[in-house]
């Protein structure tokens, strides 16, 4: 399967050193093996006052958000990485989506989801509540939400090693390339 179209992976949290951040880089190894371009934005790469120099009134005003903002701009599909913090997604990301133009920066775009989490659970809550967002947002996302519950548990020198999880990332990343 190949195809042109670059995908955008978002690491979602700007915690450094993240798990979110290997998660990512395991999935852009995945869409290579489809000769699918991608590239990874990582929310530590936001500027560290950009909740007072980016939103709202000064929108468009600052420059490495904007660079960050411009792979939005240019992507047509995406794959969220996201952790469960605090029984939902980082505020970090709902600051950041709160950033891009409204309403055009997801509208009619593709996405996948995939969540993370430490317990059991796999960051459920957080993808439903990412979801609705971005319906608001009118973004169109894959029924396909894959949960890696336990997720220090299952990756493993930079591989996820529960088969299952394996499985339907591989099922993922070929509907999020067809999508």
Do not use: C, W
Not at 43 to 49: A, G, I, K, Q, Y
Not at 113 to 139: E, K
């Amino acid at each position: 399967m190949t195809t042109t179209s670059s995908i955008v992976i978002i690491v979602g949290t700007n915690r450094p050193n993240s798990m979110s951040r290997r998660v990512a880089e395991y999935y852009q190894r995945l869409l290579n093996q489809y000769n699918t371009a991608s590239t990874i934005l990582d929310l530590v790469d936001l500027p560290h006052d950009f909740t007072f120099t980016a939103l709202y009134g000064n929108s468009g005003k600052n420059d490495e958000f904007n660079t960050l903002r411009s792979q939005i701009d240019g992507a047509e599909k995406f794959i969220f990485i996201t952790p469960e913090y605090n029984g939902s997604y980082p505020g970090v990301l709902k600051a950041f989506i709160d950033g891009l133009p409204y309403p055009n920066s997801f509208t009619n775009k593709k996405a996948a989801l995939v969540g993370l989490s430490s317990n059991m659970q796999g960051a459920i809550t957080a993808l439903s509540h990412l979801n609705d967002i971005f319906s608001y947002l009118g973004m169109n996302t894959l029924a396909l939400r894959v949960k890696l519950a336990q997720i220090q548990a299952h990756f493993v020198d930079n591989e996820i090693t529960n088969p299952l999880y394996k499985e339907l990332l591989e099922i993922q990343a070929e509907q999020i390339i067809r999508f």
